[in-house]
């Protein structure tokens, strides 16, 4: 497989209703789209980045930057043999893995249409129905709190998961439990909270939560295991697992109980495919989340969800709770059992709606790969002549200097000594040298294009023109004086 080139797309997504965490609001969404060309058959991907740093460091513009100026560059003009190869030629670029999982899952996409079947088969999924959540965030009012909750568990929503921060936790919480005293319900706190807040934590007990999700530092574990110890409500990690290293690291440590999946957070589908398998060898269950994708990150979450062990509830839900109209075909939508129906069609099995995508876009970015341009991220040294060919050329200039001596010490006219005329001689040949050194360049920068500026800023075909006139003006100067004498 190769990749002939990627476009980079960024969309401006009105969502339907502004969505609020401890960290942001979020009312118009920045989406990066990567289509890519792999082989002829495009693949999509999404990156998840957000405009701010504020959930993770990854934002749209360093994923843009990241994509274009180091991961195109590694994988153009690549041969590999699947996309389950991707992840690790990107080794070299460390961390970014949203930047990375919107390349990683476009071909992931493009190879399984080249394949003829859906992604999730191709990934090893194994439901063909998957278990949908929603994630409400913070409300103005408990009583819309109230009413949106109600709403979505008339849609069919299994579970559902609210939005905290510290002054909107216990209350929200108590009165949903309150109103609905069976339904399935989370909080997620965004790192919200400090290891001293504890006790607060602790309180939430009493309202059989399914879990609290990320409460602490986005990246401390060990404080996330210390709590965990005073807790007997799991506590499920999103920010803090970035890597499968971090996963690892968490169910030695007893950091979490269960763990929130993330395509974007863990860098694509081979390491979501090797963090999940870690968690199920190790009795840990685990959730898609979401990131209020726009319907082809959604169309990889439904794929991801597919895996065995991803026996809880994702936030994947229905593409008209973000957006009046979704830019896939058809769009996901949720049945009243509260599920979303594998896809059947090849790849991540939905269309995308190209006339809207277009109508989205705010900026756009074709890369791509030359077929005579070589690797430049392998491969830093330009092509050189072969030493053959340079030795034979220096012989080449020796012997036209020699013959050249030779004409003026005959023919140049007897003005002074024999070594003058043999000076003379050289100079004369000077433009020949220049026109060596033109071809010389051109070979050693790989460039064949005459009109091309090389980096010293040479004109090389203005160049070998007044080589090569100046050779003739000598040359006529030469006879002239052969004449005159
Ligand atoms: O913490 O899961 C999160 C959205 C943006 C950033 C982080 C999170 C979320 C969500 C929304 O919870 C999930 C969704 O896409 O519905
Ligand atoms: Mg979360």
Partial sequence: MKVRGITLRELAMKLVTPFETSVERTVTRRIVLVEADVDGVAGWGECVAGGTPSYSPETVETAWHILRD??????????????????????????????????????WDAEAKQKGIPLWQSIGGKRSEIACGVSIGIQESLDELVAEVRKELAAGYQRIKIKI????????????????????????????????????????EGFYLMMIEQPLGWDDLYAHAELQKKLDTPICLDECIHTEEHARAAIALGACKIINIKLGRVGGFTVARRIHDLCQRSGVPVWCGGMLESGIGRAHNIALSTLENFSLPGDVSA??????????EPEVVVSPQGTIQAPAAHGIGFTSRMARIEALTVRGEPLRCPV???????????????????????VAIWAL??????????????????????????AAMLP???????WCWRECTGSNRGARRSRRGFPERELTHVAVRATLRAGSILRGGRSGA
């Avoid at 593409?319 to 896939?328: G, K, L, N, P, T």
């Fill in 401 to 426: 200097n020699f013959i050249a001596a030779k004409i003026g010490l005959r023919r140049l006219p007897p003005l002074t000594t024999a070594s003058f005329r043999v000076v003379m001689a050289g």
């Fill in 70 to 107: 180091f991961l195109w560059p590694l994988l153009k003009n690549r041969e590999f043999s699947s996309a389950a190869e991707v992840w690790g030629l990107l080794g070299w670029v460390r961390g970014h893995t949203m930047a990375k999982a919107a390349i990683e899952a476009a071909i």
């Fill in 372 to 394: 005579s341009e070589p690797n430049e991220a392998r491969s830093q040294t330009p092509s050189v002549p072969g030493r053959g060919l340079i030795y034979s050329s220096l």
């Fill in 432 to 438: 020949a040298y220049l026109v060596g050194w033109s």
């Fill in 165 to 204: 921060k510290p002054g909107r936790d216990l209350e929200p919480v108590q009165r949903l439990r309150q109103e609905f005293p069976r339904i399935r319900l989370m909080v997620d706190a965004n790192s919200a909270y400090r290891a001293e807040d504890w006790p607060l934590l602790k309180q939430l």
């Fill in 319 to 328: 593409s008209r709770r973000y957006w009046d109209e979704d830019i896939i």
